[in-house]
């Protein structure tokens, strides 16, 4: 495994998995069944209010090459095709969703000691064409992704970010949507051994002059039981309870209530992820 700045996406993900990550408003069911020649086999259904959205999703790993199709609600095929270390530090990713025949994508990803690359282009007669580079160490970087459409000659997409690292603070900066968003987030680790964490996201946006600040922890109680806790400018106050109540299996309950609304009803969502 390479150790160095990773992707562009990397960039600001721990606060954005503190802060974002497992809460949930819906009703979600996931199982997860393995057959006898290895294929995992995922079918998860979500009550959005009055309507239930359902996949199944295969999947298939053959030495370096992973292959996933996931079925949906609207009868559509999602293949992806994952090619692991077809040579060394490179990833291939070939995608597309039937029966959308402009849908397809290939990705080549690169990562290196101190630089991660990504670039995807899409299988059309004018394609939209992506590219995301970091450069750097396991300590600062400085990351820039960009989408240029080839129908109309312009970037739809022009972001960078930078991010600084040590043993126990991640500090990140971004400016996206053209330069018109700017993000600010921070990670600190209080203890690693409760895997106790605060963290914080501000953003700006420069068009409409709005900030929104939002703000989280997380702690274990147990090895198998953790719970995170957020509230932003706007008032809402979010928290969840995570266990783990055999191997693998997760059970997850969390609570949004609105306080500048409080006579409205909290919203409750429940999410269980069952493996054998």
Not at 218 to 231: E, F, G, N, Y
Request: glycine share 8%; with cysteine.
């Amino acid at each position: 495994m390479v150790k160095g700045p990773g992707l562009y996406p990397e960039i600001g993900k721990k606060a954005r998995d503190l802060l974002y990550r497992d809460y949930q408003g819906d009703h979600k069911f996931t199982l997860t069944t393995y057959a006898s020649n290895g294929v995992a086999i995922t079918s998860s259904g979500t009550k959005k209010g009055g309507l239930l959205l359902a996949d199944i999703n295969t999947q298939l790993k053959n030495n370096n090459i992973t292959t996933d199709i996931k079925v949906d609600t609207n009868s559509k095929v999602h293949t992806t095709i994952t090619v692991d270390e077809p040579a060394p530090g490179v990833k291939a990713i070939f995608c597309f969703i039937a029966p959308d025949q402009n849908s397809g994508k290939v990705e080549l990803q690169y990562l290196h000691e101190y630089a991660g690359i990504s670039t995807s282009l899409g299988l059309t007669a004018k394609p939209i064409v992506n590219f995301s580079g970091v450069a750097g160490n396991n300590q600062a970087a400085f990351g820039t992704d960009i989408s240029f459409d080839t129908a109309t000659g312009t970037f739809t997409r022009c972001n960078a970010g930078v991010s600084f690292t040590s043993s126990d603070l991640i500090a990140s900066l971004t400016m996206n949507d053209k330069g018109e968003l700017f993000t600010a987030s921070y990670f600190h680790t209080v203890n690693s051994l409760t895997n106790t964490a605060v963290g914080a996201e501000l953003t700006h946006s420069f068009p409409s002059n709005e900030n929104s600040l939002t703000i989280g922890t997380q702690h274990s109680l147990d090895p198998l039981t953790a719970v995170k806790a957020r509230v932003n400018n706007y008032g809402k106050v979010s928290a969840l309870i995570q266990h783990q109540w055999r191997p693998k299996s997760i059970v997850t309950i969390s609570g949004e209530v609105d306080t500048r609304a409080i006579e409205k009803s909290a919203k409750i969502g429940l999410a269980v992820a069952l493996k054998p």
